[in-house]
T-cell receptor, first 112, second 108 residues
């Protein structure tokens, strides 16, 4: 297993456009997380899946954000009508119960 | 509910020791520690579970005081490769809340 893969690595988009990111977790892990990180800050929780079920979503998360994990495998995070404040590194992580998270390399989003 | 880390930054010479602290105002199930180098993803170092179980790195140790909701990460005989930003993550449900990080710089 090669770890957690995220695609694309970088995305530049114009304000108002929709973007979608993909995460392929470690296959043995049943939990998948999306976090957002801005410069000088720790990762901020966005949403969490156990298998295909989305079990928790940050109360701070705008309705413009949606995530899916069909069949409990890869996951996608979509941001609709992007705003400049959405510019950040979007990190995906997977884990099993009572183990550390394995993070992907992230997708750096720049909204211009 | 974000855990508070201290200090914000540490500068060491190679071979010196450092302690990074993490405290929470809420009761915790576990504490995680991660190291992130510039431009890279956070890398898992250690997890400390309620009840005393620890899993993680061979050369780095940590403590977890459940009553005080505090954890400390001990870096001994630091190496140049220890440089980076250290984050603690505190778990109450099934998700981690990360602190703002402690920047560690180890110089020759």
């Amino acid at each position: 297993d090669t770890g957690v893969s995220q695609d694309p690595r970088h995305k530049i988009t114009k304000r108002g456009q929709n973007v979608t990111f993909r995460c392929d977790p470690i296959s043995e892990h049943n939990r998948l997380y999306w976090y957002r990180q801005t410069l000088g800050q720790g990762p901020e929780f966005l949403t969490y899946f156990q298998n295909e079920a989305q079990l928790e979503k940050s109360r701070l998360l705008s309705d413009r954000f949606s995530a899916e994990r069909p069949k409990g495998s890869f996951s996608t995070l979509e941001i609709q009508r992007t705003e400049q404040g959405d510019s950040a590194m979007y990190l995906c992580a997977s884990t099993s119960y009572n183990y550390g998270y394995t993070f992907g390399s992230g997708t750096r989003l720049t909204v211009v | 509910q974000q855990p508070v880390q201290s200090p914000q930054a540490v500068i060491l010479r190679e071979g010196e020791d450092a302690v990074i602290n993490c405290s929470s105002s809420k009761a915790l199930y576990s504490v995680h520690w991660y190291r992130q180098k510039h431009g890279e993803a956070p890398v898992f170092l250690m997890i400390l579970l309620k009840g005393g179980e620890q899993k993680g790195h061979e050369k780095i140790s940590a403590s977890f005081n459940e009553k005080k909701q505090q954890s400390s990460l001990y870096l001994t005989a630091s190496q140049l490769s220890y440089s980076g930003t250290y984050f603690c993550g505190t778990e109450r449900g099934s998700t981690l809340t990360f602190g703002k990080g402690t920047m560690l710089l180890v110089s020759p």
